[in-house]
């Protein structure tokens, strides 16, 4: 069976350039794989909201799961994202940086994490005027969301067998032959 072009949307933070590098590179020369990524899709003055929501229109995602990315308000929007699709763990192939997570502790670490963010801009918030909020009543929401789901999230991730970031290119090659077959 001929595959179309899969799409897959890579989603990691900054701090692990070199990682999405080497997957970016590795994928490169297949024209059954398409990588979407922040830093060759997103132009300059161009919505990262907007790109991120995009999230929603490939088949797949790549996640870096680091700790940095466990605390970005950005990376945890995408992770949001696709969390949507109720079925989303068969989506996702994540790529655990942050051992942790695969404890009770580490992953209750970021639940609290999220919890103390929210608490912090809720109180930062408390005696402005709704009127004069602009975008930061969304960014209380988006931060309730995460707070919400984080722990279903860091559960369905640490009950997967994922691979090392290092292999993660090689395994999704191997989903992909069984998929295809």
């Known amino acids: 069976m001929e595959r179309n ?33 922040d830093k060759k899709d997103i ?7 907007e790109y991120m929501r995009s999230i ?5 995602a790549i996640l870096l799961i680091s700790d940095i990315y ?5 990376c945890m929007y995408e992770v949001l994202q696709v969390m949507r699709d109720g079925k989303y763990q068969e989506k996702i192939f994540p790529a655990v940086i942050e051992k942790s997570i695969y404890t ?8 609290r994490y999220w919890k103390e963010e929210f608490n912090a801009l809720r109180k930062e918030l408390a005696d402005i005027e709704p009127y004069e909020l602009g975008r930061l009543g969304e960014d209380l929401k988006r931060m309730q969301e995460i707070k919400t789901n984080i722990a279903e999230f860091l559960d369905k ?12 290119c090689i395994a999704i090659e191997e989903k992909f032959d069984c998929l295809f077959k």
């Open 5 to 37: 072009r899969t799409n897959i949307f890579l989603s990691y933070c900054r701090a692990d350039s070199k990682i999405a590098d080497r997957i970016c590179n590795y994928f490169e020369d297949r024209k059954d794989v398409k990588i979407h990524r």
């Open 43 to 49: 132009h300059n003055w161009d919505s990262i909201k």
């Open 56 to 60: 929603d229109e490939t088949e797949y």
């Open 70 to 74: 466990l605390k970005s308000p950005n």
């Open 104 to 111: 009770s502790i580490g992953r209750a670490r970021y639940v």
């Open 157 to 168: 991730v640490s009950d997967m067998n994922n691979p090392e970031a290092d292999d993660i």
